[in-house]
């Protein structure tokens, strides 16, 4: 994301918020604190003894499968990260301990929004350390080897910017979406925020049976039912899919650890990809470098 301030930030006080877990189906707690500069942006699993923590890092991905789940070498998880990450990042917010009452970060809505409006109402703090940004120098990627395959691609750039497609393939009569987000918080945050994960009804039961999506609900995912919205109040954009694909990419990309300053495109983008494509990146030093912003 773009950011103005040349510093690192982090929220002013700490705020708290309840919600289902979209996997587990279980009622959820979350603090998000305020934390020093070079902390970074750290999951406690406040309910477990010995409170272990979990570093918000690409090399702390241990799934990917519906959502972006972390953890640590014994195991303890925190699932459904992605959401919060986006208002994160989209906030410029580098440092918070995000403190949380079980395995998965509450689902609210099913988009960023809530998260961006907590983080705007308690206010941001500059710091008084320089923030590092992550500068992309050549093209990297991964899939898309035919035309019509999924691939994601990080390329040079002097701002950060999204380019997706998302193509449902026809199933059930729905088509082919493009979105340009452009960058910038406000932008994000009418844009992309509101726009909710969405799923089809006939696949819900078979998530249910792998104990999968149990918090979901019309209340926070965009049901799709023999190609038609199943929400009463419908769609908040026409092009939500595609817009929430944006969100979920912005949210995975901040497990570099550091904003992104590269042109990210994509087709058809998952969670998977966004970890291999981060995993590709750390491993070619050539492909990357870190620059300290100059006040
Ligand atoms: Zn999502």
């Avoid at 040079?156 to 999204?162: E, G, K, Q, V």
């Avoid at 912005?250 to 994509?266: K, S």
């Amino acid at each position: 994301m773009n950011h103005k301030s040349p510093f690192q930030q982090t929220i002013r006080h700490a705020f708290q918020c309840q919600g289902v877990g979209l996997h587990s189906g279980q009622p959820s707690d979350m603090t998000v604190e305020p934390a020093s500069p070079g902390h970074g942006i750290i999951f406690e699993r406040s309910d477990l003894a010995g409170t272990p923590k979990i570093q918000a890092t690409s090399s702390c991905v241990v799934d990917t499968f519906m959502c972006t789940r972390l953890g640590n070498p014994q195991g303890v998880t925190v699932a459904t990260i992605e959401h919060l990450m986006a208002a994160l990042a989209a906030c410029g917010i580098d440092n918070a301990l995000i403190k949380l009452q079980g395995p998965e970060i509450p689902f609210m809505d099913g988009s960023s929004l809530p998260f961006i409006e907590m983080i705007e109402s308690t206010g941001i703090v500059q710091q008084s350390t320089p923030r590092r940004i992550l500068c992309v120098l050549k093209d990297i990627r991964v899939g898309g080897e035919g035309a019509e395959d999924r691939f994601v691609q990080l390329s040079p750039a002097d701002r950060f910017s999204a380019r997706i497609t998302f193509d449902f393939g026809g199933r059930q009569g729905m088509g082919r979406y493009a979105y340009h987000f452009t960058g910038g918080r406000e932008a994000f945050k009418h844009d992309i925020a509101p726009a909710r994960s969405f799923g089809f009804y006939e696949d819900a039961q078979k998530l249910y049976d792998k104990g999968l999506s149990l918090g979901a609900s019309l209340d926070n995912t965009v049901v799709i039912d023999q190609g038609k919205v199943m929400n009463p109040s419908g769609v908040r954009f026409e092009d939500e899919y595609v817009r929430h694909k944006i969100l979920d990419a912005i949210g995975d990309l901040y497990l570099a650890g550091a904003p992104l300053q590269a042109v990210y495109t994509a087709h058809n983008p998952g969670h998977e990809g966004h970890h291999k494509l981060l995993k590709a990146l750390f491993a070619d030093p050539s492909v990357w470098r870190y620059e300290e912003q100059t006040p």
